[in-house]
């Protein structure tokens, strides 16, 4: 069984690859919390590269808004650049977990 939120036709998957000073810092718990306040599913986690791997689902309203968290000034440490793609959500979560 697969999330409502998921289900919904308007829900979109953001895959994020963040990097700058963004490990050691509180960067996936700030992530995990922001995550959690705007009703997102999900996963965030620290690569070996330095980068952190953030996956979220949810309404495309929120998810725009999660994108705009994550390259501001909010997010802990120093964000320098965000790649990231919006496809299709999944569904395969839930809830929004720091994995990792």
Excluded: C
């Excluded at 650049?81 to 977990?97: I, L, T």
């Amino acid at each position: 069984m697969t999330d409502s939120k998921a289900a919904d036709p308007d829900s979109v998957r953001l895959t994020a690859r963040v990097t700058g000073m963004v490990q050691g810092v509180g960067f996936r718990y700030w992530t995990a919390r922001k995550a959690d306040e705007l009703g997102l599913t999900g996963s965030v986690r620290n690569d070996d590269d330095g980068s952190v791997a953030v996956v979220a689902e949810g309404p495309q309203p929120d998810i725009v808004e999660f994108r705009r968290w994550l390259g501001s000034s909010q997010a802990p440490g120093r964000v320098a650049h965000v790649d990231e793609k919006v496809s299709p959500a999944e569904g395969g979560f839930r809830s929004f977990q720091v994995v990792g």
